[in-house]
C-alpha cells in the first residue's frame, strides 16, 4: 500500500479504521521532504498493520486547526479515527516503526 494523499473533505473517512500515521506537511517545507522516503520505506515494512496518509496543511487548513498544528511536518498517529499519539519535526523509521507498535 502507497502513502495516500488525502484532503479536509477525506481525512476522516481515511483515518476511522486501524491505525494510521498522517502525515501533516507542506510541499515546500525542507524537513516534510526529508521524511517523505522514510514514510515510503515504512509503508513499505508495515504492510497492512500501519496505513500512511499525506495532508498539505496550506491547501487544507480545516484538519491542520483541527489537530492544532503549529509546525510541520506534524505526525498524527491516530486508531481508529483518535489520535493515541503525535511527533513534530522530522523523525527517524526506527522512532516512527516503535511508536506505531506501541500502538498497534
Known amino acids: 500500500m502507497a502513502v495516500q494523499e488525502v484532503t479536509d473533505h477525506t481525512f476522516e473517512e481515511e483515518t ?22 522514510v514514510l515510503e520505506e515504512l509503508d513499505e515494512e508495515t504492510g497492512e498493520e500501519l496505513k500512511i496518509v499525506k495532508l498539505d496543511v496550506d491547501a487544507n487548513p480545516e484538519t491542520a486547526k483541527k489537530f492544532d498544528v503549529m509546525s510541520i511536518p506534524t ?30
Do not use: Q, S, Y
Not at 479515527?81 to 516503526?97: C, I, P, S, Y
Open 75 to 104: 505526525l498524527l498517529f491516530l486508531k481508529d479515527g483518535e489520535l493515541v499519539e503525535n511527533a513534530v519535526g522530522f523523525r527517524t523509521k526506527e522512532e516512527l516503526a516503535g511508536i506505531a507498535k506501541k500502538h498497534g
Open 16 to 37: 476511522k479504521e486501524g491505525l494510521v500515521l498522517a502525515d501533516l506537511g507542506a510541499p515546500w517545507c525542507g524537513p516534510c521532504k526529508m521524511i517523505a522516503p
